[in-house]
């Protein structure tokens, strides 16, 4: 589903009407938060935001364990599965998963490194612990007091976030924002922060900048038109990306976050793309929902997190991977 435009700011009697219940959702969400979790051997490193949808988690946690893999640490992925129906614990399988099984977001992990999926994430940590992980990161969880974490990180989608600042169903927070950042060592801010984000945060907080940077298939789209189309939480972010790598932007078709492509859609969208004399591009989270049959006439676009200071994430790992220990 869309989110409410009411959601990314100003005001309107919507948001004030529904302000009774969220402050509901908050006191419930706080009353969760407040048992406690499993705590599991090896570090946990939890990516996860104040807001629902996306922010940049995915990309995060993919940056935190390759650094993890540069010092020999054998990281896990562990998330929920939005969007798939298995509830796990289970490992990610490419081969036998699709995103209907445990959702695009774990296909695109277990691409890179051991991917559990599970509601409960103390299970899902304890069978990703059991098959040899030495360390967890975790995409999103941070609203989850099952498992304890040894350093969350508030990431921040520049563009976007915090919204109009009010608690779901009034506005996109999962809880109030100091409530959140609370539990964080640090935020991460994705991108400028054109929304006053760092304004709510508490002060004294750190911030680490980072900006998303295009992988270098976006080089051979420079300077050609491209008939980009998306079903994520922010698809402004991704149409900016192709623009700033000089892609000629033909044409756009956003969609609501995690849409489930079907053959139709598929047609439409590459009838589209040809009728502009266009290459139809996409994100790499969408191309696992795309239908087999039609991935081969689809051009995915890569994005990686550049930090602005490399040093600070490490500083932040450096004790977590030092408790890690190493096989004689």
Request: charged share 20%; proline share 8%.
């Amino acid at each position: 589903m869309r989110a409410p435009e009411f959601w990314s700011g100003g005001g309107g009697l919507v948001p004030i009407l529904l302000s009774p219940v969220s402050a509901i959702y908050a006191a419930a969400t706080a009353r969760r938060m407040a048992r406690p979790g499993w705590q599991a051997s090896v570090p946990v490193i939890c990516c996860g935001n104040a807001t629902a949808g996306g922010a940049g988690k995915t990309t995060a946690a993919l940056d935190i364990a390759r650094r993890l893999g540069n010092r020999g640490i054998a990281a896990h992925f562990l998330l929920r599965g939005y969007g798939g129906r298995l509830k796990g614990p289970i490992r990610v399988d490419p081969a036998q998963h699709d995103s209907t099984a445990v959702g695009d977001e774990a296909l695109l992990l277990a691409a890179e490194r051991p991917t559990w999926v599970a509601a409960d994430r103390a299970a899902g940590a304890q069978a990703a612990i059991a098959a040899g992980a030495q360390a967890i990161v975790m995409d999103d969880g941070l609203q989850n007091p099952t498992l304890e974490k040894d350093l969350s990180l508030l990431v921040i989608d520049g563009t976007y976030g915090f919204g109009n600042g009010r608690v779901i169903p009034a506005g996109p927070l999962r809880e109030p924002v100091a409530a959140a950042a609370a539990r964080c060592r640090a935020a991460v801010l994705v991108g400028e922060d054109e929304a006053g984000a760092l304004a709510a945060l508490p002060p004294g907080m750190p911030v680490l900048r980072a900006r998303l940077v295009p992988g270098p298939e976006a080089e051979l789209l420079a300077g050609q038109p491209v008939f980009a189309f998306c079903g994520i939480a922010n698809p402004r972010k991704f149409f900016t990306t192709l623009q700033e790598a000089g892609a000629f932007l033909a044409g756009r078709q956003a969609y609501a976050d995690h849409y489930p492509f079907d053959e139709g859609d598929l047609r439409d969208l590459l009838a589209e793309a040809e009728s502009l004399r266009a290459t139809p591009v996409t994100t790499r989270k969408d191309f696992v929902r795309i239908p087999p049959a039609f991935r081969n006439r689809v051009t995915v676009v890569t994005v990686r997190l550049e930090w602005e200071e490399p040093v600070a994430i490490e500083t932040l790992l450096e004790p977590l991977a030092a408790r890690v220990p190493m096989p004689a």
